[in-house]
């Protein structure tokens, strides 16, 4: 079992950064993949980035080039760099854990606003 809490969402003017948090107990994190997720009213849920176990990346042609997926194993967490935010961006983001092929474990989410 994992537990993953998420931190450092907020409201931010457009053009601003946040850096997201996901910061996991129970297990290594460093032994699983794990994504980023987005979710803003009224839409589905989408992928936002992926860091695989072997620390490869994946991220939407949305932010591509504006955030930065990564891990610090040492401290088990996760982290989402985001830049030049868009109010677009706007969203509740959630961190999950991968098993195989599977996001298993997931946060609770934190909201990020970016007001225009």
């Known amino acids: 079992q994992v537990q993953l809490v998420e931190s450092g969402g907020g409201l931010v003017q457009a053009g601003g950064s946040l850096r997201l948090s996901c910061a996991a107990s129970g297990r290594t994190f460093s032994n699983y993949g794990a994504g980023w997720f987005r979710q803003a009213p009224g839409k589905e849920r989408e992928l936002v980035a992926v860091?695989?176990?072997?620390?490869?990346?994946y991220y939407a042609d949305s932010v591509k080039g504006r955030f930065t997926i990564s891990r610090d194993n040492a401290k088990n967490t996760v982290y989402l760099q985001m830049n030049s935010l868009k109010p677009e961006d706007t969203a509740v983001y959630y961190c999950?854990?991968?098993?195989?092929?599977?996001?298993?474990?997931w946060g609770q989410g934190t909201q990020v606003t970016v007001s225009s």
């Open positions: 999950a854990a991968k098993v195989g092929v599977t996001y298993r474990y």
């Open positions: 860091i695989n176990w072997s620390d490869s990346t």
